[in-house]
């Protein structure tokens, strides 16, 4: 079984920074793509930043230019650098891990607890 545990959250300023990260008990570069994903009270979960087993990297509009997601196959770790943070930036975020691809393999997600970022003066 899967287990990814996530890091870094908390209360931030908006303008302001975070690191988040995700380890996992297994070895990440079997994954076909891992990712962060963020859920507002009352809303649904949204993508965030996805990075494939190429590395090749995949981000909404919303945190474009802002956020990057990396990955350090040699810590089974992922990051999300999150800079110049917005109170909209505010959410839960989940760490994602998918083996399998859509369309072509059986899919299987694996989530972490989830931590929480909060953007506010």
């Known amino acids: 079984q899967v287990q990814l545990v996530e890091s870094g959250g908390g209360l931030v300023q908006p303008g302001g920074s975070l690191r988040l990260s995700c380890a996992a008990s297994?070895?990440?570069?079997?994954?076909?793509?891992m990712g962060w994903y963020r859920q507002a009270p009352g809303k649904q979960r949204d993508l965030v930043a996805t990075i494939d087993s190429g590395g090749r990297t995949n981000y909404p509009d919303s945190v474009k230019g802002r956020f990057i997601i990396s990955r350090d196959n040699g810590k089974n770790t992922v990051y999300l650098q999150m800079n110049s943070l917005k109170p909209e930036d505010t959410a839960v975020y989940y760490c994602?891990?998918?083996?399998?691809?859509?369309?072509?393999?059986?899919?299987?997600?694996?989530w972490g607890q989830g931590t929480q970022v909060t953007v506010s003066s």
């Open positions: 297994g070895i990440i570069s079997t994954f076909s793509a």
């Open positions: 994602n891990a998918r083996r399998g691809i859509a369309g072509l393999s059986p899919v299987t997600d694996y």
